[in-house]
């Protein structure tokens, strides 16, 4: 393979200005992330631990693998809302007895764990990840059920939680529920679709109506523990398939039943079980990224910072410039990648991208896409040469692709470009964002242009004359208002990505990723849709 030499400097004034931005960008993400951390914050934290109860994240602790590492996913849901950050719950891959599980924690110290339109949301993306790499599945249940005041945005899409429990047993792979506390009404059903559910003595209460409820519908008085305890439903309804004495030992056969699964990947292992660090300091990728997203910078010095060995072999080098293409391996797993190069996607970058995501397809390869871009171009020029059809042609590829897709936000994510490199709505299996990342329509500045010259061309058609400080005005709430709701917080908080990602860790969670993907089989497709010639 070809090794990437850098141009990068250090030193140079416009590499410090990009890093010092970024570190701004980093210390936000991190402010909002401890957010998450704390829960519901002192009080119920300290209630809960007077309680002899662990936290979500102790719970993960104990679950994983000694020393394994935990992606965490949708870290900022509900960012920019009315309810907590982390929307009461913890999602994330981690290693269970050496298999590669999705874990999915209530957070009973935010509301007593009450599931909110955006912990909802959390949960179902969870549930999409699992079915879609083939990961068993572990909930850490203790949910006070549906927060009521929002009880009209998630009954009714509340049920395909439960639906997507029974298709992932129905895709043999299992789940797993352990019951820390109340599991209430709808929250009964995931213990009650689980493959494998345990309880814990005197903790767990998993019934479909409390006490209160049973005696307002059917006059009947009695009590949490013959209602629905655990020690009840371990020997008489038997819901229950293993009784705990206490969280540990809930924990600990949880992980008895991962151990007993039988587990194997379906994916090919590695072509490198060893493979090489990149040649350069992947801390230089804070510099690199442009604090001033109109700027564009080049995607290959973020490659030599990520791929094995800095290596790279480019496809098409001389030919669509503003799209760089080629292969290399991530962690000893062969990808092929596709990086803007500058923000505009001409003819010729669509038609070699159609190609390139053809054989990466006839190879089995995944794909990463590193998305910088302010779209298709625009123009008389342009649409003549049919940068219509030829954007289509990308836009089908990437549609009809079977093999995974990865992809990360470094900069730009706008117009249809979004598309063609494999934004949210394409279903890749996992998105990411770098903290000065943004994501919109157009840019700002373009969005309020657009709204202005279309307002003048009403005015002149009315025969009325055009107020121009009404439009500064407008202009500037409009600039501010995209500015704020494109931006990779504001994003991620409505989990239109799996999370925001300091740049240095970009290799790692690749990493992670890839090797979670291998779970499934990795095959490229049969067949494409026409592609408009």
Sequence with gaps: MSTIDTAIDPSAPTFRANREALLERLAELEAELDRARAGGGEKYVARHHKRGKLLP????????DQDSPFLELSSLAAYGTDFPVGASTVTGIGVVEGVECLIVANDPTVRGGAINPWSLAKTRRAGEIALANRLPMVN???????????????????????????????????????????????????????????MIRDRSQVYLAGPPLVKMATGEVTDDESLGGAAMHASTSGLADFLASDERDGIRLARQCVRRLNWRKQGPPPRNPVPQPPKYDPEELLGIASADLKVPFDPR????????????????????????????????????????????????????????????????????????TTGYMVGTEYEQRGIIKHGALMINAVSNSTVPHLTVNLGASYGAGNYGMCGRAYEPRFLFTWPNAKSAVMGPAQLAGVLSIVARQAAAARGRDYDEDSDAAMRMMVEQQIESQSGALFLS??????????????????GLCLSAIHNGPVRGADGFGVFRM
């Design 57 to 64: 994240r102790e719970r993960i602790e104990l679950l994983l």
């Design 493 to 510: 908080g409505r989990l239109y990505d799996d999370g925001v990602i300091d740049p240095r860790d970009t290799r790692t969670v690749l």
């Design 301 to 372: 010095e973020v490659l030599a910072r990520v791929l094995d060995g800095s290596e790279f072999d480019e496809f098409k080098p001389n030919y669509g410039t503003a799209l760089v293409t080629g292969w290399g391996e991530l962690h000893g797993y062969p990808v092929g990648v596709l990086a803007n190069a500058r923000g505009v996607l001409f003819s010729a970058e669509a038609q070699k991208a159609t190609q390139f995501i053809q054989l990466a397809n006839a190879a089995d390869t995944p794909l990463v896409f590193l998305q910088n």
């Design 140 to 198: 850490l249940v203790e949910s006070a059920g549906a927060d009521l005041p929002t009880q009209a945005e998630i009954f009714i899409p509340g049920g395909r939680v439960f639906r997507d429990l029974t298709r992932l047993s129905a895709e043999r792979i299992p789940t797993v529920s352990v019951v820390f506390g109340n599991a209430t009404a709808g929250g009964a059903y995931v213990p009650g679709m689980s493959d494998f559910t345990i």
